[in-house]
Each structure stands twice: as structure tokens, then as C-alpha cells.
């Protein structure tokens, strides 16, 4: 095969690459080895592994080869290479969550999530890098700095990072990602890839790594919205293991994803789209969107959430505090094995004082309020999901001097994506355009709790109006 | 709330046991410093009537 052929490959969508698995037209080894040799080409530059199951996935593929072979039963995913965030357990190999306080770390049993893939017939290629435990603002990655495809003197995003960057690099066909504020969406966002946070409860946590037990969804980042349909189709459903998914039946996600948007009601929300925080030419961008959503049948007007411009800020308190306490005793035991800025960040969330934990709480149930008010008028709400594309990495590499640069650096970007996970609301980031600089930039959908079938519909036809998607980063 | 100092931030950290170094307690007064500011506004918000809501709305029984 020639690397053009190989790249082409490499960069189809999960849904086709099932398919020519299913006709017998290639090989899961083929498939396996062409993923393999990708990693091994690209990924020193850009950090997306911190595993990779090199031996583990071919014996898979050849196991999957086999069952073609042999007719068997094939699932969804069967033959097809993904790979995971670095935060759900997988039996027999090592779960370090980004940091060198579990490198040793080897659980005995799969996540629900990575035993369902596996029961669907995916090919585990390996873990990938994040934040350290999957807290943003880390400084020095301990396995390796993940970088921008499009730039790799810019920032992939996180906590997902490297689910972000393999997607875009084509270094699997589709990723696992963990999504408590925004740590699917931003990556996707950043990277250029599409990135789905599930209603929360829609997806189990069990053997998922915990930060805030109200928040913790995992969700798939891939090239395609149908791709995403597929991935949480064979992710989603009650776990008995995790008593919060919830009972509702899992719907057909691909049933509705050809019906387009003409009909459906799209409130822009005013303050994140056209605020003073969002950067021009991210405003321009998504501004077209919805006119192209509009061009398409949706009626498309604006909306206002006044509390907002609030959600990081009340984000930040409530999940904070709850990874606070996710790791008091490392933080008394092993203050000094965690990165410069995960400690800091997790000591200033042990000072956060009880009073202001609860009113957060409250004010989470305002601002709740008002976004399902708002999706009690509108299927969908449509905003960025960052306010600016991707900044260089050094910009979050240096300490924090001042208070001004804490809102600057944590407060203003999470309440773009923040607002869903409060909320308890499904959401989309999928590429809406680019910047003159060459970076990715995201629109993002927001639909009613349990709608995703709304909301990956909306952005399946966005993204066939449109050519974000077909783009592939010069690496 | 009034701004934190330094040293203030110190000895509640110490207060509960947690080990910091002073480059530690710099930067974790300003991020303790910017996070009740942000929340500052939370006080003008009608709270008190707030009422908890499940996580998971309009739920299923149990089978």
C-alpha cells in the first residue's frame, strides 16, 4: 500500500472503515498496522499516546481477522482501531491518568465503557495523554507535552488532549474522551474533530478516574458526527455497576441523523456568542454557522442566559472542591509528585470556603433553570465552544503572577463549555471554519437532556453543508 | 470577603494539614484571591429560595 493510500485510509471515517471490514475489503491487521505505523511516524511530535499496545492490537485484529474469515458475528466496531483517554481502568495495562503518582498503576478489570468497545469489536491501539488527572492547567506533562496538529506550537486542548490529537492526526479512527467541564469538547474544538458530551447519566463511570462525581461523562471524539452516533451507540445504557446512569432505553442515534434541521427552533446564546470574551474571529465564524443552519430550514434567533457568563466561575467551585477531595490524602502524602500547577489548583480548591461551595450550588440550580427555560423555547443552543482558537502552549506554561490572569486563564473559557455539564445537558463541538492563523475553529450544539438524537442530527447537517470536516491538519 | 494575604492562605493550609511551599502559597492567593471575586456576584442572586433538584430529571421508576 502507498503512504497516500495508507493516509487515506488511515483518515476514513469509522462508519466506512466497519464497512470495508464487513465486505471483506481490508484487513483488520491491515487496518491495525496502518494506524500503528502513523503513531510511530507522527506521535514523537505530537504527543498523543502515553501507551501504545503495539502487540496487543494486532493479536486483536488478527483474532478479528479470523472472525471475518470465519463468518462470525460481527459487531459495529468490529476490526476498527481506536484508542482510549488515559483515565479509564483497562485490565492487565497501566492506567496512569496523566500522572506519575499512578504510572504504576494496573487495573485488573475493564471500564464499562472500554468493555463495551471491546464487546463491539474495536481494536484497542492505547491510552491516550491528558492533563494530569484530567485537571486543566497542567504545566509539564509527565508522559510527554501533547501538541496541536494544525500548529504544534499550540495548545491540543484538554483534559482530553491526546483524544483530541489522535482523531485529528488520523492516529485511530475514533477516541474515548471524559468530559467533566468541557474536556471532550475543548480538545475536539481545538484540534478540529467532533467531540459529544452525553446527557449526564446517559454513559457509565464506572472504572473512569473521578473529579466531580455530578459532572464525569465519557464521550467520543471522532472525524464525523454519524461517527459519533455510532460510538455512543455501543457506549451508552445502565450500568448496574454505576448507579447514576440512568434507565431510559438508549434511542437508535443514527435512526434520525439524515432528517436535517428544517423545523427546528435554534437559540443562539447572545452572551457567549457575541460577548466581549469571544475572540472576532471565532464570533464570524460561528455567526456564519448559524446563518447556514438558518440557510438550511432551522429558525435561528437569539437567545439571552445572564447567568452565563457565570459558569465558570461556579464550575470551578463545585467540581474543584469535589476533586479536592478526590485527593486529600496524595495532596498531604504526595504534594510534590503531582504537576506545579494540578497541585496548586487542587490546593486552592481545599481552601475554598464551605459557604461559597453552597451558594455555587444554588446558583447551579439558577442557572440550570435558565438553560432548560431556554430549551423549553428552543431544540437547540448554538454558541463556540472556546472563545478563542488554540493558544501557543507556552501561555499556560507560566505560573500565575496575578489574580486578573487566574479569570483570564481559567474562568472565562470554561463558561463556554461549562454550561452542559452544569446542566446536565448533552452537547456537540464539531469545526465550523478556521482562522487566518490556520487553527480550528468550533460551533457548538446544546440540546435537552437526552436528545442527543436532536443534536447529532442539527450537526450532521451542518457538516454536510459544509467542508470543515474533509480538512486534514499538515502533519 | 475581604482579600486573603498571604499568610493567611498559609495558615489555613497548614490548618489542615496540607504541605506548601511558599511559591505554592503565592500563587494559590491569587487563584483563591480571583475565585471569590468571581463568585462575588453569586451574593446578588436570589439563593435563598433555591430549591435542590435532581441530577437526573423526570427519571423512570425502577423496574
Redesign the interface.
Do not use: N, Y
Given at each position: 500500500m502507498t503512504l497516500t493510500a495508507a493516509d487515506d485510509l488511515a483518515f476514513s471515517s469509522v462508519v466506512e472503515l466497519a464497512g470495508l471490514v464487513r465486505a471483506r475489503r481490508v484487513s483488520p491487521v491491515e487496518l491495525a498496522q496502518v494506524y500503528l505505523a502513523r503513531i510511530e511516524r507522527l506521535d514523537a511530535k505530537l504527543g498523543a499516546y502515553i501507551t501504545v499496545l503495539r502487540e496487543a492490537a494486532v493479536a486483536a485484529a488478527r483474532q478479528a481477522e479470523a472472525t471475518v474469515m470465519h463468518g462470525g458475528t460481527l459487531g459495529p466496531l468490529h476490526g476498527v482501531p481506536y484508542a482510549v483517554k488515559d483515565q479509564f481502568d483497562t485490565a492487565g495495562v497501566a492506567t496512569t491518568v496523566g500522572s506519575r503518582i499512578l504510572e504504576d498503576n494496573v487495573p485488573t478489570e475493564d471500564a464499562t465503557v472500554i468493555a463495551r468497545l471491546g464487546a463491539a469489536g474495536g481494536i484497542l491501539l492505547g491510552k491516550l495523554n491528558l492533563t494530569e488527572f484530567a485537571l486543566g492547567g497542567t504545566r509539564r506533562f509527565p508522559f510527554g507535552q501533547p501538541r496541536n496538529p494544525w500548529n504544534p506550537d499550540h495548545d491540543p486542548g484538554g483534559s482530553s488532549s491526546g483524544s483530541g490529537i489522535a482523531v485529528a492526526a488520523a492516529l485511530c479512527a475514533a477516541s474515548l474522551g471524559e468530559d467533566t467541564g468541557g474536556s471532550v469538547r475543548s480538545p475536539a474544538s481545538w484540534c478540529g474533530v467532533v467531540g459529544l458530551r452525553p446527557t449526564?447519566?446517559r454513559v457509565s463511570r464506572h472504572g473512569s478516574f473521578p473529579l466531580s462525581w455530578?459532572m464525569d461523562t465519557a464521550g467520543p471524539l471522532t472525524r464525523t458526527v454519524e461517527d459519533a452516533a455510532l460510538m455512543l451507540q455501543v457506549i451508552a445504557g445502565p450500568d448496574p455497576r454505576d448507579p447514576?446512569t440512568?434507565?431510559?432505553p438508549v434511542p437508535d442515534y443514527s435512526a434520525a441523523l439524515n432528517n436535517g434541521v428544517r423545523g427546528l427552533r435554534i437559540g443562539i446564546i447572545r452572551e457567549l456568542t457575541f460577548g466581549a470574551e469571544t475572540d472576532g474571529e471565532v464570533r464570524e465564524a460561528v455567526s456564519a454557522a448559524a446563518r447556514r443552519l438558518e440557510g438550511l430550514g432551522a429558525a435561528v434567533e437569539e437567545t439571552s442566559l445572564p447567568?452565563v457568563l457565570?459558569a465558570?466561575?461556579?464550575f470551578?467551585?463545585l467540581a474543584d472542591a469535589d476533586g479536592a477531595g478526590v485527593h486529600q490524602h496524595w495532596?498531604?502524602t504526595r504534594?510534590m509528585d503531582y504537576d506545579e500547577g494540578t497541585?496548586?489548583?487542587l490546593?486552592?480548591a481545599?481552601?475554598?470556603?464551605a459557604a461559597?461551595c453552597q451558594?455555587?450550588a444554588?446558583?447551579r440550580?439558577?442557572l440550570?433553570a435558565q438553560i432548560?427555560g431556554a430549551l423549553a423555547r428552543h431544540d437547540l443552543l448554538l454558541c463556540p465552544t472556546a472563545h478563542q482558537a488554540a493558544p501557543p502552549i507556552a501561555a499556560g506554561q507560566a505560573?500565575?503572577?496575578?489574580?486578573?490572569?487566574?479569570?483570564g486563564r481559567?474562568?472565562t473559557r470554561r463558561s463556554y463549555v461549562t454550561p452542559a455539564a452544569l446542566a446536565?445537558t448533552p452537547a456537540i463541538a464539531l469545526p465550523c471554519g478556521f482562522t487566518r492563523a490556520g487553527l480550528p475553529i468550533s460551533l457548538q450544539l446544546i440540546g435537552r437532556?437526552f436528545d442527543e438524537p436532536t443534536v447529532l442530527r442539527a450537526a450532521r447537517a451542518y457538516e454536510q453543508a459544509t467542508d470543515w470536516a474533509r480538512r486534514r491538519p499538515p502533519v | 470577603m475581604g482579600e486573603l494575604t498571604r499568610e493567611q492562605v498559609g495558615a489555613m493550609a497548614a490548618a489542615v494539614g496540607l504541605p506548601v511551599t511558599l511559591d505554592d502559597v503565592a500563587e494559590v492567593t491569587h487563584r483563591l484571591n480571583a475565585l471569590l471575586d468571581a463568585l462575588g456576584p453569586l451574593a446578588e442572586l436570589p439563593l435563598a429560595t433555591v430549591e435542590p433538584v435532581p441530577v437526573l430529571p423526570d427519571e423512570p421508576p425502577a423496574p
Open positions: 449526564w447519566g455530578s447514576l440512568s434507565r431510559r447567568l457565570l465558570g466561575a461556579i470551578m467551585a495532596l498531604r504534594a497541585r496548586r489548583r490546593l486552592t481545599s481552601l475554598i470556603p461559597a451558594q455555587a444554588r446558583a440550580a439558577l440550570r432548560h505560573p500565575i503572577t496575578s489574580r486578573a490572569e487566574v479569570a481559567f474562568f446536565a437532556p | -
